[in-house]
């Protein structure tokens, strides 16, 4: 696979932002972050959200909740309910609810890693023998690691057929059992800073997909650059190839009733707690190294080797890595103060994934002079200095 082509990014985000970079004055987020939203006291979406969720009717919101379920609720042991979960501990705290607290029997679904790390494989394993019937998807790797290739270029993030399959094949797997209800966890728009249309709703509509997940283009328009740049053979994409990717027909989803909701509009969302009724339930284990690469939390994210690489593009993309996310969170929680949470995101923010790194090339089949080229591709001059040979963030979180 050699291609030296130059490749202009289609991340629609990009063009987007606000060349004057601030933060919110609560957290550590940035207004880089895509389709954050500020008030006019300098407080993210996200915070304000948070805020919010103290004050939430939660005992209502559970009652929705029961009402939703006695509606799908099988009763016979057949399946009633679709939960996306690769056994982290948020989509296994979800599954775990459903079943046992609600009486529910779901069918849990999972979009394997690009390359499942030892512990990612293992909480997998765990939480399947911890009492859960799974359907493990492992989509054509030819096709899927030159998606992750183009999108790697063209998006500066090669977890995209990632997000596209694992949105999608909960989907696909509900129209083909006939499951009309799908359960995921959290909201990350309002949870994490970003769109805020369907904060007061439990679902979303899969019309919303393109623009809030998939960086304003989907899978065939990977597709179509990576025949273009010679990355993808046209026979490579037998009829059928991509649907995987992508959801089923409208009209078939209508037909079913299929919708997606999320656990966090019934329940209130607390990570931190998600990780602790995992470990006592369905068997979680945190990273054994103690943190991840680019952070200082050890409970997140911890399936796939190439993880670290979203978080790193993203760092260079948006000034704001995994450890911002992470400290952010906690802060909305309550759980650190914003003065730690800057000493966190100067120490982790922007750490490179080094342990991975050659795995990462390989997977992709790219040089690191490639690799380094994408990368600094992606700066751009109102988010990045460069001093001497050295880049520094013309903006750090203070
Ligand atoms: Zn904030």
Redesign the pocket.
């Known amino acids: 696979m050699q291609t030296t082509t130059k490749i202009a990014t289609i991340d629609s985000q990009l063009s987007e932002l606000d060349q004057n970079i601030y933060f ?1 004055k ?2 550590v ?1 940035s207004n880089q972050r895509p389709r954050i939203t500020f008030d006019e006291e300098g ?2 979406g ?2 304000r959200y948070a805020e919010e969720k103290e004050k939430m009717d939660w005992v209502s919101r559970e009652k929705e909740l029961r009402v939703l379920l006695d509606k799908h609720r099988s009763g016979d042991g057949s399946f009633d309910v679709i939960v996306p979960s690769s056994g982290g501990k948020d989509s296994a705290y979800v599954a775990h609810q459903l079943k046992h607290e609600y009486g529910m029997t779901p069918l849990t679904v999972t979009w394997t890693p690009f390359i499942y790390t030892d512990i990612g494989r293992e909480n997998y394993d765990r939480f399947v023998q911890s009492g859960f019937d799974n359907l493990l998807f492992n989509p054509n790797g030819q096709l899927h690691r030159k998606l992750a290739r183009v999108a790697f270029d063209v998006k500066g993030d090669h977890w995209e057929p990632f997000t596209f399959g694992q949105k999608a094949l909960a989907f696909q797997i509900a129209v083909k059992f006939g499951i009309p209800l799908i359960f995921y966890g959290e909201n990350g728009e309002v949870e994490y800073g970003g769109s805020m249309k369907n904060k007061n709703k439990p679902f979303e509509s899969v019309k919303d997909w393109e623009r809030l997940y998939f960086k304003g283009a989907g899978v065939r328009k990977l597709v179509e650059i990576g025949q273009d740049t010679g990355i993808i053979k046209p026979e490579e994409i037998r009829s059928g190839a991509l649907s995987i990717y992508e959801a089923p027909p409208l009209e078939k989803i209508e037909a079913l009733g299929a919708q997606m909701h999320w656990f966090s509009y019934y329940k209130k969302w607390v990570p931190q707690e998600n990780f602790y009724y995992a470990t006592e339930h369905t068997g979680f284990r945190p990273n054994p190294e103690g943190r991840s690469e680019g952070t200082y939390s050890k409970y997140a994210s911890l399936d796939d080797k190439t993880d670290g690489f979203h978080w790193y593009l993203g760092f260079i993309k948006f000034g704001m890595g995994r450890a911002t996310r992470d400290a ?1 969170m906690e802060i909305r929680a309550g759980h650190i103060d914003r003065e730690e949470a800057v000493a966190l995101v100067n120490r982790y923010d922007g750490e490179f994934p080094q342990k991975w790194f050659p795995d990462f090339l390989k997977y992709l089949d790219i040089t690191e002079e490639h690799f380094w080229k994408i990368c600094d591709g992606y700066r751009l001059p109102h988010i990045w200095d460069k001093d001497g040979d050295q880049w520094r963030l013309k903006r750090p979180v203070i």
Do not use: E, L, N, R
């Open positions: 919110c609560k957290c987020t407080i993210c996200a915070c952010s």
